[in-house]
Nanobody, 119 residues
């Protein structure tokens, strides 16, 4: 099974930007997605991208601010996050998904990367 490792999180002020990375231990012949979770709440599907990278999906809460991309040659998926808001504070995870535009995670969850946006 492919192992996924998230990185790039940190503390940023409102309006700032971060770029998250999700490195896979091998080729991921799958659609990929980014998710986030706040303690006490269900995990939220934030963005998805098809295997080809042509098709993308964004939750309404991040549309226009986040951009998902992938580099299949590097086995890496990215999430560029701009205009960050305090409500974006969460642990962010990546995962293989059955559908790039719906909540359908397939693999095991990694450790995630913490994003904290201060007001």
């Amino acid at each position: 099974q492919v192992r996924l490792v998230e990185s790039g999180g940190g503390l940023v002020q409102t309006g700032g930007s971060l770029r998250l990375s999700c490195a896979a231990s091998g080729r991921t012949f799958s659609h990929m997605g980014w998710f986030r979770q706040v303690p006490g709440k269900e995990r939220e599907f934030v963005a998805g991208i098809s295997f080809s990278g042509i098709s993308t999906y964004y939750a309404d809460s991040v549309k226009g601010r986040f951009t998902i991309s992938r580099d299949n040659a590097k086995n890496t998926v990215y999430l560029q996050m701009n205009s960050l808001k305090p409500e974006d504070t969460a642990v962010y995870y990546c995962n293989t998904v059955k559908y790039y535009n719906a909540y359908a995670p397939l693999g095991s969850w990694g450790q995630g990367t913490q994003v904290t946006v201060s007001s």
